[in-house]
Protein backbone atom coordinates (compact mmCIF):
# COMPACT_ATOMS: atom_id res chain seq x y z
CA UNK A 1 0.00 0.00 0.00
CA UNK A 2 2.72 2.40 0.68
CA UNK A 3 4.48 1.21 -2.41
CA UNK A 4 1.40 1.62 -4.19
CA UNK A 5 0.91 5.32 -2.47
CA UNK A 6 4.32 6.26 -3.36
CA UNK A 7 3.91 5.57 -7.40
CA UNK A 8 0.59 7.49 -7.39
CA UNK A 9 2.39 10.56 -5.81
CA UNK A 10 4.66 10.32 -8.44
CA UNK A 11 2.65 10.13 -11.05
CA UNK A 12 0.29 12.58 -10.14
CA UNK A 13 3.56 14.81 -9.64
CA UNK A 14 4.45 13.98 -13.48
CA UNK A 15 0.97 14.82 -14.75
CA UNK A 16 0.48 18.35 -12.75
CA UNK A 17 2.27 20.49 -15.50
CA UNK A 18 0.36 18.88 -17.99
CA UNK A 19 -2.84 18.91 -16.85
CA UNK A 20 -2.21 22.78 -16.13
CA UNK A 21 -1.43 23.22 -19.78
CA UNK A 22 -4.37 21.13 -20.73
CA UNK A 23 -6.65 23.61 -18.86
CA UNK A 24 -8.55 25.43 -21.26
CA UNK A 25 -8.88 28.74 -19.07
CA UNK A 26 -4.64 28.26 -18.17
CA UNK A 27 -4.19 28.54 -21.69
CA UNK A 28 -7.11 31.50 -22.69
CA UNK A 29 -4.68 33.35 -19.80
CA UNK A 30 -1.10 32.49 -21.38
CA UNK A 31 -2.28 33.39 -24.48
CA UNK A 32 -4.22 36.85 -23.58
CA UNK A 33 -1.03 37.87 -21.79
CA UNK A 34 1.36 36.71 -25.00
CA UNK A 35 -0.88 38.47 -27.23
CA UNK A 36 -0.81 41.48 -24.80
CA UNK A 37 2.82 41.65 -24.98
CA UNK A 38 3.00 40.82 -28.72
CA UNK A 39 0.72 44.04 -29.15
CA UNK A 40 2.50 46.58 -26.82
CA UNK A 41 6.35 45.57 -28.38
CA UNK A 42 4.44 46.07 -31.86
CA UNK A 43 2.97 48.88 -31.17
CA UNK A 44 5.67 50.41 -29.71
CA UNK A 45 7.63 49.43 -32.71
CA UNK A 46 5.33 51.13 -34.89
CA UNK A 47 5.13 54.58 -32.70
CA UNK A 48 8.81 54.29 -32.89
CA UNK A 49 9.13 54.14 -36.96
CA UNK A 50 5.86 56.67 -37.43
CA UNK A 51 8.15 58.79 -35.03
CA UNK A 52 11.44 58.53 -36.78
CA UNK A 53 9.57 58.64 -40.23
CA UNK A 54 7.99 62.08 -39.43
CA UNK A 55 11.41 63.76 -38.32
CA UNK A 56 12.90 62.34 -41.61
CA UNK A 57 9.68 64.16 -43.31
CA UNK A 58 10.36 67.15 -41.40
CA UNK A 59 13.93 67.15 -41.75
CA UNK A 60 13.73 66.59 -45.54
CA UNK A 61 10.86 69.08 -45.93
CA UNK A 62 13.16 71.61 -44.48
CA UNK A 63 16.07 70.87 -46.42
CA UNK A 64 13.93 71.18 -49.56
CA UNK A 65 12.54 74.48 -48.56
CA UNK A 66 16.01 75.73 -47.73
CA UNK A 67 17.44 74.61 -51.09
CA UNK A 68 14.67 76.06 -53.47
CA UNK A 69 14.79 79.24 -51.32
CA UNK A 70 18.89 79.01 -52.55
CA UNK A 71 17.94 78.25 -55.83
CA UNK A 72 15.46 81.72 -56.32
CA UNK A 73 18.26 83.45 -54.84
CA UNK A 74 20.68 82.54 -57.47
CA UNK A 75 18.00 83.14 -60.09
CA UNK A 76 17.29 86.66 -58.66
CA UNK A 77 20.75 86.86 -58.52
CA UNK A 78 21.66 86.03 -62.01
CA UNK A 79 18.67 87.95 -63.76
CA UNK A 80 21.27 90.95 -64.53
CA UNK A 81 22.14 91.18 -68.51
CA UNK A 82 25.82 92.57 -67.51
CA UNK A 83 27.89 89.82 -66.84
CA UNK A 84 30.62 91.33 -64.51
CA UNK A 85 26.92 92.23 -62.42
CA UNK A 86 25.95 88.39 -62.88
CA UNK A 87 29.90 87.18 -61.41
CA UNK A 88 29.43 89.83 -58.58
CA UNK A 89 26.34 89.05 -56.87
CA UNK A 90 27.00 84.71 -57.57
CA UNK A 91 30.17 85.71 -55.54
CA UNK A 92 28.56 87.90 -52.85
CA UNK A 93 25.93 84.94 -51.98
CA UNK A 94 29.00 82.45 -51.85
CA UNK A 95 30.78 84.61 -49.39
CA UNK A 96 27.67 85.50 -47.21
CA UNK A 97 26.73 81.96 -47.19
CA UNK A 98 23.70 82.59 -48.44
CA UNK A 99 23.87 79.31 -50.69
CA UNK A 100 25.68 76.62 -48.61
CA UNK A 101 24.18 73.69 -50.83
CA UNK A 102 25.41 75.22 -54.29
CA UNK A 103 28.46 77.44 -52.73
CA UNK A 104 31.57 74.79 -54.04
CA UNK A 105 29.98 74.45 -56.77
CA UNK A 106 28.95 78.03 -58.07
CA UNK A 107 32.89 78.84 -56.79
CA UNK A 108 34.45 76.52 -58.90
CA UNK A 109 32.44 77.43 -62.23
CA UNK A 110 33.76 81.22 -61.47
CA UNK A 111 37.14 79.86 -61.12
CA UNK A 112 36.63 77.69 -64.09
CA UNK A 113 34.56 80.04 -66.46
CA UNK A 114 36.59 83.63 -65.66
CA UNK A 115 34.54 85.08 -68.35
CA UNK A 116 31.07 84.16 -68.27
CA UNK A 117 28.03 84.29 -65.79
CA UNK A 118 25.18 81.99 -66.07
CA UNK A 119 21.84 83.25 -67.49
CA UNK A 120 18.12 82.10 -66.97
CA UNK A 121 15.79 81.12 -70.30
CA UNK A 122 17.02 81.61 -73.52
CA UNK A 123 18.95 79.83 -76.57
CA UNK A 124 17.44 78.14 -78.96
CA UNK A 125 15.69 74.47 -79.63
CA UNK A 126 14.98 72.71 -83.24
CA UNK A 127 11.76 72.02 -84.20
CA UNK A 128 10.70 68.15 -84.35
CA UNK A 129 8.24 69.14 -87.28
CA UNK A 130 11.31 70.08 -89.20
CA UNK A 131 13.77 68.51 -91.59
CA UNK A 132 16.37 66.28 -89.38
CA UNK A 133 19.51 67.04 -88.78
CA UNK A 134 23.44 66.12 -87.44
CA UNK A 135 23.46 66.12 -83.85
CA UNK A 136 26.63 67.95 -84.07
CA UNK A 137 25.28 70.75 -86.19
CA UNK A 138 22.39 71.28 -83.86
CA UNK A 139 24.80 71.23 -80.85
CA UNK A 140 27.13 73.84 -82.48
CA UNK A 141 24.36 76.03 -83.32
CA UNK A 142 22.64 75.87 -79.68
CA UNK A 143 26.56 76.42 -77.84
CA UNK A 144 26.97 78.76 -80.25
CA UNK A 145 23.58 80.83 -79.83
CA UNK A 146 24.29 80.42 -75.58
CA UNK A 147 27.86 82.36 -76.10
CA UNK A 148 26.27 85.03 -78.12
CA UNK A 149 23.37 85.45 -75.79
CA UNK A 150 26.02 85.77 -72.91
CA UNK A 151 27.78 88.92 -75.83
CA UNK A 152 25.03 90.45 -76.72
CA UNK A 153 23.61 90.87 -72.72
CA UNK A 154 27.70 91.88 -72.40
CA UNK A 155 27.05 94.90 -74.83
CA UNK A 156 23.70 96.11 -73.62
CA UNK A 157 21.17 93.89 -74.47
CA UNK A 158 18.20 92.49 -72.16
CA UNK A 159 14.59 90.62 -72.50
CA UNK A 160 16.80 87.38 -74.32
CA UNK A 161 14.94 85.10 -71.64
CA UNK A 162 12.25 83.66 -74.31
CA UNK A 163 13.28 80.46 -76.11
CA UNK A 164 14.23 80.93 -79.56
CA UNK A 165 12.84 77.92 -82.19
CA UNK A 166 14.91 76.47 -85.43
CA UNK A 167 12.73 75.20 -87.62
CA UNK A 168 14.98 73.39 -90.71
CA UNK A 169 13.10 72.91 -93.93
CA UNK A 170 13.79 71.53 -96.84
CA UNK A 171 12.14 70.48 -100.60
CA UNK A 172 10.83 67.68 -99.31
CA UNK A 173 9.80 68.93 -96.10
CA UNK A 174 8.76 72.61 -97.19
CA UNK A 175 8.65 75.17 -93.53
CA UNK A 176 4.63 75.59 -92.39
CA UNK A 177 3.99 77.83 -95.31
CA UNK A 178 5.77 76.03 -97.78
CA UNK A 179 8.40 77.71 -98.32
CA UNK A 180 11.33 75.60 -100.20
CA UNK A 181 13.59 77.89 -101.46
CA UNK A 182 17.28 78.44 -99.98
CA UNK A 183 16.53 80.87 -97.57
CA UNK A 184 16.56 81.84 -93.67
CA UNK A 185 14.86 84.24 -91.85
CA UNK A 186 13.20 85.16 -88.68
CA UNK A 187 9.60 85.08 -88.04
CA UNK A 188 7.20 85.40 -84.61
CA UNK A 189 9.92 83.46 -82.09
CA UNK A 190 11.55 81.03 -85.20
CA UNK A 191 14.12 80.89 -86.94
CA UNK A 192 13.68 79.45 -90.76
CA UNK A 193 16.64 77.83 -92.19
CA UNK A 194 17.14 75.95 -95.15
CA UNK A 195 18.62 72.66 -94.56
CA UNK A 196 21.76 73.63 -97.04
CA UNK A 197 22.43 76.75 -94.58
CA UNK A 198 22.07 75.01 -91.55
CA UNK A 199 26.11 74.25 -91.00
CA UNK A 200 26.88 77.98 -90.74
CA UNK A 201 26.99 79.70 -87.97
CA UNK A 202 26.77 83.24 -89.05
CA UNK A 203 23.53 82.44 -90.57
CA UNK A 204 21.97 81.51 -87.58
CA UNK A 205 23.65 83.89 -85.25
CA UNK A 206 22.32 86.35 -88.00
CA UNK A 207 18.64 85.70 -87.35
CA UNK A 208 19.05 85.69 -83.79
CA UNK A 209 20.30 88.74 -84.13
CA UNK A 210 16.80 89.80 -85.54
CA UNK A 211 14.78 88.03 -82.30
CA UNK A 212 17.51 90.42 -80.00
CA UNK A 213 16.92 93.43 -82.03
CA UNK A 214 12.97 93.22 -82.10
CA UNK A 215 13.21 91.94 -78.18
CA UNK A 216 14.61 95.73 -77.45
CA UNK A 217 12.30 97.47 -79.39
CA UNK A 218 9.59 95.08 -77.22
CA UNK A 219 7.49 93.87 -80.96
CA UNK A 220 8.35 91.76 -83.96
CA UNK A 221 5.10 93.13 -85.89
CA UNK A 222 7.57 95.61 -88.13
CA UNK A 223 9.93 95.88 -91.19
CA UNK A 224 13.05 95.43 -91.44
CA UNK A 225 15.32 98.21 -91.46
CA UNK A 226 18.64 99.38 -93.10
CA UNK A 227 20.71 99.79 -90.01
CA UNK A 228 18.94 96.49 -88.27
CA UNK A 229 20.25 94.70 -91.41
CA UNK A 230 23.18 96.36 -91.37
CA UNK A 231 24.15 94.67 -87.29
CA UNK A 232 22.51 91.55 -88.18
CA UNK A 233 25.68 91.28 -90.54
CA UNK A 234 27.81 93.59 -88.12
CA UNK A 235 27.08 91.57 -84.30
CA UNK A 236 27.71 88.06 -85.45
CA UNK A 237 30.86 89.33 -87.39
CA UNK A 238 32.24 90.70 -84.32
CA UNK A 239 31.21 87.88 -82.14
CA UNK A 240 33.16 85.68 -84.51
CA UNK A 241 36.10 87.91 -84.95
CA UNK A 242 35.39 87.10 -88.68
CA UNK A 243 33.89 89.63 -91.64
CA UNK A 244 32.93 86.64 -93.53
CA UNK A 245 29.02 85.91 -94.33
CA UNK A 246 28.57 82.69 -94.75
CA UNK A 247 31.61 81.05 -95.83
CA UNK A 248 30.68 78.16 -98.21
CA UNK A 249 27.25 79.46 -99.18
CA UNK A 250 27.99 81.57 -102.37
CA UNK A 251 27.51 79.05 -104.78
CA UNK A 252 24.04 78.11 -103.81
CA UNK A 253 22.49 81.77 -104.84
CA UNK A 254 24.72 81.79 -108.00
CA UNK A 255 27.45 84.12 -106.75
CA UNK A 256 30.49 84.06 -108.17
CA UNK A 257 32.02 84.15 -104.88
CA UNK A 258 32.29 80.87 -101.94
CA UNK A 259 30.97 83.52 -99.15
CA UNK A 260 27.48 85.76 -99.33
CA UNK A 261 29.18 89.18 -98.53
CA UNK A 262 32.05 90.37 -96.91
CA UNK A 263 32.02 93.40 -94.13
CA UNK A 264 35.60 94.33 -95.09
CA UNK A 265 34.43 95.24 -99.00
CA UNK A 266 34.91 98.99 -100.26
CA UNK A 267 31.37 99.25 -100.48
CA UNK A 268 29.41 102.53 -101.44
CA UNK A 269 25.75 103.46 -100.18
CA UNK A 270 23.68 102.96 -103.01
CA UNK A 271 20.41 105.79 -102.69
CA UNK A 272 18.88 104.16 -105.31
CA UNK A 273 18.19 100.67 -103.86
CA UNK A 274 14.97 99.69 -102.75
CA UNK A 275 16.16 96.42 -100.37
CA UNK A 276 17.04 97.87 -96.79
CA UNK A 277 19.61 94.40 -97.35
CA UNK A 278 21.45 96.09 -100.38
CA UNK A 279 21.69 99.67 -98.31
CA UNK A 280 23.00 98.04 -95.16
CA UNK A 281 26.44 96.54 -96.99
CA UNK A 282 27.72 99.95 -96.57
CA UNK A 283 26.54 100.53 -93.44
CA UNK A 284 27.95 96.84 -92.11
CA UNK A 285 31.30 97.99 -94.06
CA UNK A 286 31.64 101.32 -92.03
CA UNK A 287 30.68 99.43 -88.79
CA UNK A 288 34.01 97.16 -89.44
CA UNK A 289 35.93 99.75 -90.56
CA UNK A 290 35.55 101.29 -87.15
CA UNK A 291 36.16 98.43 -85.32
CA UNK A 292 38.73 97.88 -86.98
CA UNK A 293 40.43 101.19 -86.53
CA UNK A 294 39.32 101.89 -83.05
CA UNK A 295 38.58 98.57 -81.62
CA UNK A 296 35.52 96.13 -80.75
CA UNK A 297 34.85 97.36 -77.36
CA UNK A 298 33.98 100.97 -78.36
CA UNK A 299 32.23 100.29 -81.55
CA UNK A 300 30.30 97.49 -79.82
CA UNK A 301 29.31 99.26 -76.57
CA UNK A 302 28.05 101.76 -78.56
CA UNK A 303 25.71 100.71 -81.86
CA UNK A 304 22.86 99.66 -79.62
CA UNK A 305 21.96 103.01 -77.94
CA UNK A 306 22.13 104.54 -81.15
CA UNK A 307 19.99 102.30 -82.55
CA UNK A 308 17.07 102.13 -80.28
CA UNK A 309 17.77 106.04 -80.33
CA UNK A 310 17.43 106.21 -83.89
CA UNK A 311 13.87 104.02 -83.84
CA UNK A 312 12.05 106.17 -81.45
CA UNK A 313 9.78 107.82 -82.41
CA UNK A 314 9.44 104.74 -85.15
CA UNK A 315 9.82 106.50 -88.67
CA UNK A 316 10.87 105.80 -92.18
CA UNK A 317 14.08 103.33 -92.63
CA UNK A 318 15.58 106.94 -94.32
CA UNK A 319 15.51 108.93 -91.48
CA UNK A 320 16.43 105.83 -89.01
CA UNK A 321 19.46 105.61 -91.23
CA UNK A 322 19.94 109.03 -90.90
CA UNK A 323 19.43 109.29 -86.70
CA UNK A 324 21.93 106.51 -86.58
CA UNK A 325 24.36 107.97 -88.95
CA UNK A 326 24.30 111.56 -86.62
CA UNK A 327 24.16 109.37 -83.34
CA UNK A 328 27.61 107.51 -84.05
CA UNK A 329 29.01 110.61 -85.81
CA UNK A 330 28.68 112.87 -82.64
CA UNK A 331 30.33 110.18 -80.24
CA UNK A 332 33.67 111.13 -78.43
CA UNK A 333 36.36 110.87 -80.39
CA UNK A 334 37.89 108.31 -81.91
CA UNK A 335 34.29 106.58 -82.42
CA UNK A 336 32.42 109.67 -83.84
CA UNK A 337 35.51 110.86 -86.02
CA UNK A 338 36.12 107.48 -87.52
CA UNK A 339 32.41 107.27 -87.97
CA UNK A 340 32.30 110.67 -89.79
CA UNK A 341 35.18 109.58 -91.70
CA UNK A 342 33.59 106.78 -92.85
CA UNK A 343 30.07 108.18 -93.51
CA UNK A 344 31.77 110.85 -95.95
CA UNK A 345 34.02 108.33 -97.94
CA UNK A 346 30.86 105.81 -98.49
CA UNK A 347 28.64 108.61 -98.93
CA UNK A 348 26.33 107.36 -96.00
CA UNK A 349 22.87 109.33 -95.05
Not at 265 to 285: C, I, M, N
Request: proline share 4%.
Amino acid sequence: MRFKRRELDKDKGKGGFKEALGNPLVLAIVGGILTLMTTTVSNYLTGRENRDSETLKARLAQQSARETLQADLIKKFVESSKIEVVRQNLRFLVDSGLIPTYADSIRSYLKANPDAAPRVGGGVEFSPGGESVDDTIKQSIQDAVTRYQSFLQNIGFSRLDQRVSVYIYSVEKPSPIGETHVNAYYKNGTIFMHKSMAGDLTVALHEYTHYALYRMLGSDIRLQDQIEAALADYLPASFLDSPVIGAGLGKIFGFSTDYIRRLDADVQYDRTATSPVTKSLAWGAALWTCRQKVGRGPIDGIILQAWTGAEDPPATDDVIAERFGKALSTAASPVGSCFAQEIAHRHLP
